[in-house]
């Protein structure tokens, strides 16, 4: 842990430094960042609505990880289950409180993991690999999203490419401490479900069978053979797990904040849950503090456009970039320690 703070803060400090060869001062640059991600209660409120679905995309990230598999597509789950979500809820506006956001819910979450599901069951099954075929099913599903949003359910009030706004049933505002909490911000109740996903992931990972299983088919699928575990099975499974965790975006997406789907409203989220589970090695509850980090540096970026002259919004990937290398580089300190050890041996 020690070792992957000090990378963070390798990271962060070299990418400051870089601000100096665009004439800007690396403290004043630091400053813009934190108050903007922190300088006050809506600014936080903004942070923490940027966190709420980089938790769910990093745990998916970072459960596909454990079973051995790379899942790129969490942008085409998140995707899939938003729209679907959306679509419940304008097909079947009159369906009341609470069964609506757990109705609009499950389907969220069937379609992502059925998304994640097609990625695994091709791997385990026809050998493809998932890298490619979910690169592939991020644009289909941005496809289908668009053309459903803008022939089947558009919004006849606006000339923006989103859906119509689903039943007020479907809303959680009205029962939303959080949201009240942080007034003017989008950011709901999806945060404490958030978390509390990260701890479940936790439990499921280290103390169920499932979770023993799928790290062993992750560290040595052979290995799990011989001992009578079914790679292609768990495999498929944690791609649709991992599918099902990136489709939780909908709720702070559809029930908690906008009330509809709105074609780009991802800020990348599935792609920044990879920088977010690299982050936090995936471990489930330190994807909740790599969140955290990434969700502060996109809120924190968002100023830099207004208070500078030469340095963009942009610089947030060039820091995220930085600060993955960083704690990368444990990696190279652990491999300098254990020739240090052999040339001790010999």
Not at 5 to 34: C, D, K, M, Q, R
Not at 125 to 147: C, D, K, P, Q, Y
Not at 177 to 198: C, E, G, M, N, R
Not at 253 to 268: C, R, W
Request: glycine fraction near 10%.
């Amino acid at each position: 842990m020690k070792k992957t703070f000090a990378g963070f803060l390798l990271g962060l400090v070299i990418a400051l430094s870089l601000t100096l060869l665009a004439g800007e001062n690396p403290f004043h640059i630091a400053g813009i960042l934190f108050n903007s991600a922190f300088g006050s209660r809506y600014d936080l409120g903004l942070t923490l609505f940027y966190t709420t679905p980089l938790i769910f995309c990093g745990l998916s990230v970072a459960l596909a990880f454990h079973s051995g598999l790379f899942n790129i597509g969490g942008e085409g789950q998140l995707t899939m289950a938003t729209i679907t979500a959306a679509a419940i809820g304008v097909f079947l506006p009159n369906v009341p409180f609470p069964v609506a956001p757990i109705l609009a819910l499950a389907g969220a979450l069937t379609m992502g993991a059925f998304w994640g599901f097609i990625a695994g069951w091709l791997r385990a099954v026809r050998g493809s690999h998932e890298v490619i075929v979910t690169i592939m099913l991020n644009f289909i599903a941005a496809g289908l999203a668009s053309w459903f949003t803008l022939r089947v359910i558009p919004n006849p009030n606006s000339q923006n490419p989103e859906t119509a706004l689903v039943g007020a049933g479907y809303l959680l505002k009205d029962y939303d401490l959080v949201a009240k909490f942080f007034p003017d911000t989008p950011v709901s109740a999806a945060l404490v479900i958030a978390i509390f996903v990260a701890i479940s992931v936790w439990v499921l990972l280290w103390k169920t069978t499932f979770g023993y299983e799928l790290r062993t088919v992750g560290a040595n699928p052979e290995a799990a053979n011989r001992a009578g575990i079914s790679e292609k099975k768990i495999r498929i499974w944690a791609m649709g797990l991992a599918g099902a965790l990136a489709g939780f975006v909908a709720l702070g997406e559809v029930m908690g904040s906008a009330g509809q789907f709105k074609v780009g409203f991802s800020a990348d989220y599935g792609f920044i849950g990879i920088a977010v589970a690299l982050l936090a090695q995936n471990n489930p509850i330190g994807v909740i503090f790599a969140a955290f980090l990434m969700g502060a540096l996109h809120k924190g970026a968002s100023d830099l456009d207004l208070e500078t002259t030469t340095i963009t919004r942009d610089f947030s990937k060039i820091i995220q970039s930085l600060i993955i290398l960083g704690v990368a580089s444990h990696g190279l300190w652990v491999w300098k320690a254990r020739n240090k050890g052999k040339k001790h041996q010999s």
